[in-house]
Nanobody, 119 residues
Framework: QAQLAESGGGLVQAGESLRLACVASGFRFSDFAVNWFRQGSGLGRELVAA????????MYVDAVKGRFTISRDNAKNTAYLQMNNLKPEDTGTYYC????????????WGQGTQVTVSS
């Protein structure tokens, strides 16, 4: 059974750092791109960063560029989101999603981890 499990969230002050982890099981992790999403209170889920299956290609939304770093270790079936210089607007539930578009579109979601940044 395919599963994703996030961890590493918590309560921090503005300017501090957190490192989120997303551990995969039950599927061939390296075949899947990984996306990190976040959802603030009363808001929709927004894409924050993404990384290709090999780890070679990454993307970030403008709001986190220069502060967040996405990475993965396929030998450990784990993806990471290093978040530095956190801001109160980064507060939300962070989800990882593993997705494959070929040969058959498939995606898996984790249960989320809460990040709260106080000012």
């Amino acid at each position: 059974q395919a599963q994703l499990a996030e961890s590493g969230g918590g309560l921090v002050q503005a300017g501090e750092s957190l490192r989120l982890a997303c551990v995969a099981s039950g599927f061939r992790f390296s075949d899947f791109a990984v996306n990190w999403f976040r959802q603030g209170s009363g808001l929709g889920r927004e894409l924050v960063a993404a990384i290709s299956g090999s780890g070679r290609d990454t993307m970030y939304v403008d709001a986190v560029k220069g502060r967040f770093t996405i990475s993965r270790d396929n030998a450990k079936n784990t993806a990471y989101l290093q978040m530095n210089n956190l801001k109160p607007e980064d507060t939300g539930t962070y989800y990882c999603k593993a997705e494959m578009t070929w040969p058959q579109p498939t995606d898996y979601w984790g249960q989320g981890t809460q990040v709260t940044v106080s000012s």
